[in-house]
C-alpha cells in the first residue's frame, strides 16, 4: 500500500470512528479494501492506528467475530474477493487477529451503512429511545422433590441440598451435578432442572451423563437411576452426552417421542413453538420412536416427527443443530418467524406481527453474546421495519 493511500485510508477510517465520514467517503474507504490484495498491508495500517487512535480500544474480536463473518458473507463477492480470509482470523497472532477483527468490523459496518442507508427509516423506528437488551446467560431453577424451589443463579457454589441419598452440588461455569453417596438408594425422587427465557445450564446427572438445557427449557429426572432403563423427560431444547449402559438404557421422553439412546452424543428441539420435534445424532447411535414408528438414526442424520410420522434427513446440518450449545445462532434458509422464535427465548423478548409476516429467508450466523440491538443490525439489509416497545416487545410490520 502505497504512502499516499495508506495516509488517505487512516484519515477515512478516523472519519468513520469519529462519526464525520460522508456517504462519499465511507463508500471509498470500501473500494480500498476491495482494491488493496494484500492483507499485510492492512494488518500493518491497523496495528499502527491503534497505537495513535484510543477510538480503537473498545473493539472486543471475540464478541464481534460472528457478526462480522455475518456482514461480511453478505457483500457482493465475499470476503475472499477482498483478499481477507475471514476464516484464517483465529490462527493470527493475538494482536494481528486483534488488527484483523477491527478492521474487518470497521469495513463491514461501513458496507452495511452504505448498502442500507436508503432503508435505514424504515427499518428501525422506535417509539422511543430504549435500553439494549443483554444476551442470556447461565440462569435456572431447581425444584425439588416435594416442590421446594432453588435459583441456581444465585446460589452459592458448593452443596446444595441432599435428596435420598444423593448429594446435590452446585458447580462453576453454570453447571449442576448430581453424586450418590450410597449404592443402593432407599427411595427415588425426581427433580427438574428449568431455564427461563434468556437463560442455559448444565446438568450432570447421577449416571456421569451430561445434559446441556437452552432457554425456555426442562428437564426432569430421577436423583438415582435403578431398574433396568433411565429415563428422562424433556421440554423444550436440550443436548445429552450418554454414558452407554447397554443393560440399563437411556432414554428421552419428549412430547409423545421416545428416544433411546444406543450411543452417545444427541440433540433433541421439542419447542411446543416449533413444529416438530428434531433429533440429531452427533456420534454413536438412537433410536426414534412415536406410536408405531420406529426410526434408527446414524451419526449426521436427524429425525423430525410431526403429525404421527417421522422423516429421516440422511444428511443433517450438525453444525447448525449444535449453534445454540456452542454460542452462536445459526440460520440456514430460515424465515422470520423461526429467526425471531430464537430470539424471543434468547433475549427474553416478545414478538408480535402487525399484517402478514415479512417474506424473505436468513442465512449465516451470530454471534449469541451479542447484545439483541448488535443482532438486530446484523439483519439490518432484508429491511424490516420494526419497533421495540418497553424494552421487552418487538412489534414487526409490513
Given at each position: 500500500m502505497i504512502r499516499e493511500t495508506k495516509e488517505r485510508v487512516q484519515f477515512l477510517l478516523i472519519q468513520y470512528l469519529e462519526g464525520k465520514a460522508s456517504p462519499g467517503?465511507?463508500?471509498?474507504?470500501?473500494?480500498?479494501?476491495?482494491?488493496?490484495?494484500?492483507?499485510?498491508?492492512?494488518?500493518?495500517?491497523?496495528?499502527?492506528?491503534?497505537?495513535?487512535?484510543?477510538?480503537?480500544?473498545?473493539?472486543?474480536?471475540?464478541?464481534?467475530?460472528?457478526?462480522?463473518?455475518?456482514?461480511?458473507?453478505?457483500?457482493?463477492?465475499?470476503?475472499?474477493?477482498r483478499g481477507v480470509a475471514v476464516h484464517r482470523i483465529h490462527f493470527l497472532q493475538r494482536s494481528r487477529w486483534w488488527a484483523a477483527a477491527a478492521i474487518l468490523l470497521l469495513v463491514g459496518g461501513t458496507w452495511w451503512w452504505t448498502r442500507t442507508k436508503q432503508s435505514t427509516q424504515d427499518f428501525s423506528k422506535q417509539e422511543a429511545p430504549v435500553k439494549d437488551l443483554l444476551p442470556g446467560g447461565n440462569r435456572a431453577i431447581l425444584t425439588l422433590a416435594g416442590g421446594k424451589q432453588i435459583i441456581l443463579d444465585s446460589a452459592a457454589n458448593g452443596l446444595l441440598t441432599q435428596q435420598g441419598n444423593t448429594q446435590v452440588q452446585k458447580l462453576a461455569n453454570g453447571r449442576l451435578a448430581y453424586q450418590s453417596i450410597h449404592e443402593k438408594p432407599t427411595e427415588i425422587l425426581y427433580n427438574t432442572l428449568s431455564t427461563p427465557r434468556g437463560g442455559q445450564y448444565q446438568l450432570t446427572l447421577p449416571d456421569g451423563s451430561r445434559v446441556w438445557l437452552n432457554a425456555a427449557s426442562s428437564v426432569t429426572y430421577p436423583t438415582a437411576f435403578t431398574g433396568t432403563e433411565r429415563t428422562v423427560k424433556i421440554t423444550g431444547e436440550a443436548y445429552f452426552e450418554v454414558v452407554h449402559n447397554s443393560h440399563q438404557p437411556f432414554r428421552v421422553q419428549a412430547g409423545d417421542q421416545l428416544i433411546e439412546d444406543i450411543g452417545t452424543g444427541f440433540n433433541v428441539n421439542a419447542y411446543a413453538d416449533e413444529p416438530g420435534v428434531k433429533t440429531t445424532l452427533v456420534e454413536g447411535k438412537v433410536k426414534v420412536s412415536k406410536g408405531t414408528v420406529v426410526r434408527v438414526l446414524s451419526p449426521g442424520q436427524q429425525a423430525q416427527s410431526r403429525d404421527g410420522s417421522i422423516e429421516m434427513i440422511p444428511h443433517a446440518d450438525i453444525e447448525q443443530a449444535l449453534a445454540w450449545k456452542n454460542g452462536v445462532f445459526a440460520f440456514q434458509d430460515a424465515d422470520l418467524s423461526t429467526v425471531m422464535r430464537q430470539l424471543a427465548r434468547w433475549y427474553d423478548i416478545d414478538v408480535e406481527y402487525e399484517g402478514p409476516v415479512p417474506t424473505g429467508h436468513f442465512d449465516g450466523e451470530i454471534g449469541r453474546s451479542l447484545t439483541l440491538n448488535q443482532v438486530l443490525q446484523g439483519l439490518a439489509n432484508t429491511r424490516i421495519n420494526y419497533t421495540i416497545i418497553n424494552n421487552h416487545k418487538i412489534i414487526i410490520r409490513p
Amino acid at each position: 500500500m502505497i504512502r499516499e493511500t495508506k495516509e488517505r485510508v487512516q484519515f477515512l477510517l478516523i472519519q468513520y470512528l469519529e462519526g464525520k465520514a460522508s456517504p462519499g467517503e465511507l463508500e471509498r474507504l470500501s473500494q480500498y479494501l476491495t482494491e488493496e490484495p494484500e492483507e499485510e498491508a492492512w494488518m500493518e495500517l491497523l496495528e499502527e492506528l491503534m497505537i495513535t487512535e484510543p477510538a480503537l480500544s473498545g473493539y472486543d474480536p471475540v464478541a464481534w467475530q460472528p457478526f462480522i463473518e455475518e456482514l461480511m458473507q453478505k457483500n457482493a463477492g465475499g470476503a475472499s474477493s477482498r483478499g481477507v480470509a475471514v476464516h484464517r482470523i483465529h490462527f493470527l497472532q493475538r494482536s494481528r487477529w486483534w488488527a484483523a477483527a477491527a478492521i474487518l468490523l470497521l469495513v463491514g459496518g461501513t458496507w452495511w451503512w452504505t448498502r442500507t442507508k436508503q432503508s435505514t427509516q424504515d427499518f428501525s423506528k422506535q417509539e422511543a429511545p430504549v435500553k439494549d437488551l443483554l444476551p442470556g446467560g447461565n440462569r435456572a431453577i431447581l425444584t425439588l422433590a416435594g416442590g421446594k424451589q432453588i435459583i441456581l443463579d444465585s446460589a452459592a457454589n458448593g452443596l446444595l441440598t441432599q435428596q435420598g441419598n444423593t448429594q446435590v452440588q452446585k458447580l462453576a461455569n453454570g453447571r449442576l451435578a448430581y453424586q450418590s453417596i450410597h449404592e443402593k438408594p432407599t427411595e427415588i425422587l425426581y427433580n427438574t432442572l428449568s431455564t427461563p427465557r434468556g437463560g442455559q445450564y448444565q446438568l450432570t446427572l447421577p449416571d456421569g451423563s451430561r445434559v446441556w438445557l437452552n432457554a425456555a427449557s426442562s428437564v426432569t429426572y430421577p436423583t438415582a437411576f435403578t431398574g433396568t432403563e433411565r429415563t428422562v423427560k424433556i421440554t423444550g431444547e436440550a443436548y445429552f452426552e450418554v454414558v452407554h449402559n447397554s443393560h440399563q438404557p437411556f432414554r428421552v421422553q419428549a412430547g409423545d417421542q421416545l428416544i433411546e439412546d444406543i450411543g452417545t452424543g444427541f440433540n433433541v428441539n421439542a419447542y411446543a413453538d416449533e413444529p416438530g420435534v428434531k433429533t440429531t445424532l452427533v456420534e454413536g447411535k438412537v433410536k426414534v420412536s412415536k406410536g408405531t414408528v420406529v426410526r434408527v438414526l446414524s451419526p449426521g442424520q436427524q429425525a423430525q416427527s410431526r403429525d404421527g410420522s417421522i422423516e429421516m434427513i440422511p444428511h443433517a446440518d450438525i453444525e447448525q443443530a449444535l449453534a445454540w450449545k456452542n454460542g452462536v445462532f445459526a440460520f440456514q434458509d430460515a424465515d422470520l418467524s423461526t429467526v425471531m422464535r430464537q430470539l424471543a427465548r434468547w433475549y427474553d423478548i416478545d414478538v408480535e406481527y402487525e399484517g402478514p409476516v415479512p417474506t424473505g429467508h436468513f442465512d449465516g450466523e451470530i454471534g449469541r453474546s451479542l447484545t439483541l440491538n448488535q443482532v438486530l443490525q446484523g439483519l439490518a439489509n432484508t429491511r424490516i421495519n420494526y419497533t421495540i416497545i418497553n424494552n421487552h416487545k418487538i412489534i414487526i410490520r409490513p
